[in-house]
């Protein structure tokens, strides 16, 4: 079995969620993550400027079994590239054990 977490741009969620649900993928669990990279912005708030160094990501994780993790990837991949830069990232890791409670 594997895990993997997709860290994607928050307006893709229920486009990977709906596709990944119809695919079959039977457990999906999400949270919100703030991300620092290399850009940086100015905003104003309330007429005081600030510099925003991170950026909001919402990560999918899930445990699939191995010869899934090409498919499942892939329509994660597919589902939220915007085929811009920075449109986010996928980490595959293996899982010894699952154990339910």
């Known amino acids: 079995m594997k895990k993997i977490e997709a860290f994607i741009k928050p307006f893709r969620l229920e ?3 709906a ?3 119809e695919a079959g993928v039977a457990e999906l669990r999400f949270t919100q993550v703030h991300e620092i990279g290399q850009d940086t912005s100015q905003e104003n ?3 005081t400027e600030y510099e925003v160094d991170f950026d909001a990501r919402i990560m999918v994780m899930m445990v699939v079994e191995d010869d899934r993790v090409s498919e499942v990837t892939g329509l994660i991949r597919e589902t939220a590239s915007t085929e ?3 449109d986010g990232e996928i ?3 293996p899982v010894e054990s699952m154990i339910s409670i």
């Open 91 to 93: 980490l595959v890791m």
């Open 15 to 17: 486009e990977i969620k």
């Open 45 to 47: 708030y309330r007429g």
């Open 19 to 21: 596709a990944l649900l």
């Open 84 to 86: 811009n830069q920075g």
